[in-house]
């Protein structure tokens, strides 16, 4: 057995990699699997040692290919993820994942007198910053960090 394979490769599906460490966690939340997608076989590694970021979390999600809005999303709380598509045991696709120059219809505002918390408004943001990121409400003006990101999923 190869020795830096720590968890086994999946058949087809989704290996989100290079998560910053500790944020594994975050993805699974922002993803929404729970115990009612019985087909979804997730695996999860945190803290594993990384040449290129030091210490990173993976996340396998096996018989899922993630879709665009999702990827944006990871990419707000995990700006250095490589999202690798798996099919028949090979990487047929791996991308970086970027944070969009605009976000819409992705992340509920916090603050909770914004219009889009109470009329069915669509929300947009702006992206002030990427490392860290920051993103601004174009109806409200709250910016909003990492953390303000994560507690709206
Ligand atoms: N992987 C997997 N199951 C597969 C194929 C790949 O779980 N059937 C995982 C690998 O373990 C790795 C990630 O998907 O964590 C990316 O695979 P690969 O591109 O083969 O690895 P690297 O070349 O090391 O990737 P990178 O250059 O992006 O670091
Ligand atoms: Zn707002």
Same mark, same amino acid.
């Given at each position: 057995?190869? #020795?830096?394979?720590?968890?086994?490769?999946?058949?087809?599906?989704?290996?989100?990699?290079?998560?910053?460490?500790?944020?594994?966690?975050?993805?699974?939340?922002?993803?929404?699997?729970?115990?009612?997608?019985?087909?979804?076989?997730?695996?999860?590694?945190?803290?594993?040692?990384?040449?290129?970021?030091?210490?990173?979390?993976?996340?396998?999600?096996?018989?899922?290919?993630?879709?665009?809005?999702?990827?944006?999303?990871?990419?707000?709380?995990?700006?250095?993820?490589?999202?690798?598509?798996?099919?028949?045991?090979?990487?047929?696709? #791996?991308?970086?994942?970027?944070?969009?120059?605009?976000?819409?219809?992705?992340? #509920?505002?916090?603050?909770?007198?914004?219009?889009?918390?109470?009329?069915?408004?669509?929300?947009?943001?702006?992206?002030?910053?990427?490392?860290?990121?920051?993103?601004?409400?174009?109806?409200?003006?709250?910016?909003?960090?990492?953390?303000?990101?994560?507690?709206?999923?």
């Amino acid at each position: 057995m190869q #020795k830096d394979i720590r968890v086994r490769k999946i058949n087809r599906g989704t290996v989100i990699d290079h998560i910053s460490a500790g944020q594994a966690l975050n993805v699974l939340k922002i993803l929404g699997i729970t115990k009612e997608h019985p087909k979804i076989t997730l695996t999860v590694a945190i803290n594993v040692p990384s040449k290129r970021i030091g210490v990173k979390d993976i996340v396998k999600v096996e018989g899922l290919e993630l879709r665009g809005e999702e990827i944006d999303k990871i990419s707000l709380i995990a700006p250095e993820a490589t999202i690798n598509i798996v099919r028949d045991y090979k990487v047929i696709e #791996k991308k970086k994942v970027e944070i969009p120059e605009k976000i819409e219809g992705m992340v #509920k505002c916090a603050n909770p007198n914004c219009i889009t918390n109470f009329e069915i408004v669509k929300t947009k943001f702006i992206v002030e910053k990427k490392h860290p990121v920051s993103i601004m409400c174009l109806h409200c003006e709250r910016v909003m960090m990492e953390k303000d990101i994560v507690r709206q999923f």
